[in-house]
């Protein structure tokens, strides 16, 4: 094999290894620790110098116990359970909001579309931070939104919606829009719109024409919209931690508040591998999903 | 024929409307003078002078920026390489696994990176400060750069570097002299996005900063957790304004370049 070849292939390989799967084993390994009073806060800590004894030892030392903790407290149960349910709601939501968008992108006049698809992509490039914290002014009991009821009459007290899961649903709906959309709107752009005259001219409504011809061929672009907004979701902290109240439980949060308040690594450690397997199986389906798309279009 | 219709109207309009307006909330309450962010009490650009004088936030801004162009500078190089071997180095040991090395980050959640790369960086003994946020952003961006690169490798002709090779460039040279002019377009929006990434995050960087290196984005946080403050929202504002013009002139470059492009296309064909 030529050796320039071989280099080109080892430095990105090398790094990805050093960096991103070596810490995932650094991340199980602890998962199987125990908590301890000392630097690092977990024992047992692999010591190479006494040699492979030494390493059998602390192999032997090694256990489930975190995972039993997992499933003994109820926190945790909860917080798992109501990520899945925030996350799935709110890709929900986010379809309903973002399919008629794409739909009117893809209908619109073919010179608006750059700008309409600028205007989708632009506030993806702006701070994810700042896009959340804008809604914290609009939603608090004396924020925009609550003036604005109050001064067109619909409501008469204050409603509490910062610091609750509505809060979140939105921040998540507003934060994630992008993502249904483009994949949305790149499969309506391809639609062949002869196939809509045809099921005209065959007699369908324009409206039975949307639901049989429209609907099923976006499936591709719907799917994918769906994935991007709900692996990202189901693990998110910035929105719960600042849209979210105290009764808010996401597992990205707990994790944080695991690591950074109880300085309980192990079962942070324990709590990300467990998120990891929950995500497996979405990540997986989507991959396929990805592949099979790639083949169709080839 | 495509018609404008009245749902579209709406949902458009809308649309466009729920993504705008509370930015437009937020600069506009930039300006406000007092300093209940949700009141308005006449025009005032104080919050401003008041960002400007703060330090804190001064040294957040200059370690964010450092951070961003070491990060996105290396996950350009590592990200291009790595989409290079994904498209043109055929089969090699481990193949499977380091494409999926490059696209499990792109799915990964943000709390998980960021824990298990401070736990490799304290198993290490290296001390956490600006170079391990910057290890840490190169990692995710390089695959978000490696995807944008490769995409471009797999839709351009083979035959112009194939004819280089057979021309006497030796495979560096055909790399530098044919390869890397097609598909720089996709390189520089690779680094783009990995520069604006690592200016974005917070998390990642939260687990890997040291006490010495905090980000803007962690400084953020940690003001805006306590409640909103009209000095985030000028900060906010001023980060909108430059993205904005950042992206559009972007985009009128790249819309220039791809006309220049077919212009020469044309004339390369009628000659």
């Given at each position: 094999m030529n050796p320039r070849r071989t280099f080109l292939i080892l430095i990105p390989y090398l790094w990805l290894l050093a960096l991103f799967l070596v810490p995932f084993g650094i991340v199980f390994k602890i998962s199987l620790s125990d908590t301890a009073l000392a630097i690092p806060p977990y024992l047992p800590t692999l010591d190479l110098s006494t040699g492979w004894a030494g390493f059998r030892e602390f192999l032997s030392e090694l256990d489930f116990e975190n995972y039993v903790w997992l499933t003994e407290d109820d926190l945790y149960w909860k917080a798992y359970l109501s990520s899945l349910q925030i996350a799935v709601f709110s890709t929900v939501l986010t379809l309903l909001v973002g399919f008629p968008i794409a739909y009117g992108m893809a209908n619109a006049p073919d010179q608006w579309r750059p700008t309409l698809m600028m205007l989708v992509i632009l506030p993806f490039w702006t701070s994810f931070l700042i896009r959340v914290y804008a809604w914290m002014g609009i939603l608090s009991t004396e924020g925009f939104l609550n003036q604005f009821l109050l001064w067109t009459g619909i409501i008469a007290e204050p409603l509490t919606i910062l610091n609750t899961n509505t809060a979140v649903y939105i921040g998540i709906v507003y934060t994630y829009l992008p993502f249904m959309i483009l994949p949305i709107y790149a499969t309506l752009e391809k639609l062949d719109a002869s196939l809509l005259e045809a099921a005209e001219d065959l007699g369908c409504s324009r409206t039975s024409a949307f639901w049989l011809v429209t609907i099923p061929l976006s499936r591709p672009g719907v799917i994918a919209g769906c994935f991007l907004v709900f692996i990202p979701a189901l693990g998110e902290f910035v929105i719960p931690s600042l849209l979210g109240g105290s009764g808010t439980l996401m597992i990205g949060k707990v994790l944080w508040e695991e690591f950074f308040s109880n300085r309980d690594w192990p079962v942070a450690s324990a709590v990300a591998v467990v998120l990891l397997l929950l995500l497996i199986v979405p990540i997986i389906l989507f991959q396929k999903h990805q592949e099979k798309q790639q083949e169709a279009e080839q | 024929m495509r018609r404008i219709t009245w749902f579209n109207a709406v949902s458009l309009t809308l649309g466009f409307a729920f993504l705008y307006i509370p930015m437009l909330i937020l600069i506009i309450f930039s300006f406000n003078?007092?300093?209940?962010?949700?009141?308005?009490?006449?025009?005032?650009?104080?919050?401003?002078?008041?960002?400007?004088?703060?330090?804190?936030?001064?040294?957040?801004?200059?370690?964010?920026?450092?951070?961003?162009?070491?990060?996105?500078?290396?996950?350009?190089?590592?990200?291009?390489?790595?989409?290079?071997?994904?498209?043109?180095?055929?089969?090699?040991?481990?193949?499977?696994?380091?494409?999926?090395?490059?696209?499990a980050p792109l799915v990964m959640p943000e709390v998980i990176t960021g824990l298990s790369l401070l736990l490799l960086f304290i198993s290490i003994g290296l001390d956490r400060g600006v170079l391990t946020i910057v290890l840490a952003h190169a990692t995710f961006s390089m695959c978000y750069v490696s995807v944008v690169v490769s995409s471009r490798l797999v839709s351009f002709d083979r035959s112009v570097e194939e004819a280089a090779l057979d021309l006497g460039c030796t495979p560096f040279e055909a790399f530098r002299l044919v390869t890397l002019?097609?598909?720089?377009?996709?390189?520089?929006?690779?680094?783009?996005?990995?520069?604006?990434?690592?200016?974005?995050?917070?998390?990642?960087?939260?687990?890997?900063?040291?006490?010495?290196?905090?980000?803007?984005?962690?400084?953020?946080?940690?003001?805006?957790?306590?409640?909103?403050?009209?000095e985030i929202n000028a900060l906010s504002t001023i980060m909108i304004a430059i993205v904005t013009v950042g992206v559009i002139a972007t985009s009128l470059l790249s819309k220039q370049a791809i006309a220049r492009q077919q212009r020469e296309e044309r004339e390369a064909a009628q000659a």
């Open positions: - | 003078s007092s300093k209940l962010v949700t009141v308005w009490a006449g025009f005032s650009t104080k919050w401003y002078g008041e960002l400007i004088r703060n330090e804190a936030f001064l040294d957040a801004a200059w370690v964010t920026l450092k951070v961003a162009v070491l990060s996105s500078t290396a996950a350009t190089v590592l990200g291009t390489m790595a989409a290079y071997v994904m498209v043109r180095g055929g089969r090699f040991f481990g193949r499977t696994l380091f494409s999926g090395m490059i696209y002019p097609i598909i720089l377009p996709a390189v520089i929006s690779g680094w783009l996005l990995a520069f604006t990434l690592s200016l974005d995050d917070l998390v990642i960087a939260s687990f890997t900063a040291g006490p010495s290196s905090t980000t803007l984005p962690i400084k953020i946080f940690s003001s805006v957790r306590l409640g909103v403050s009209p």
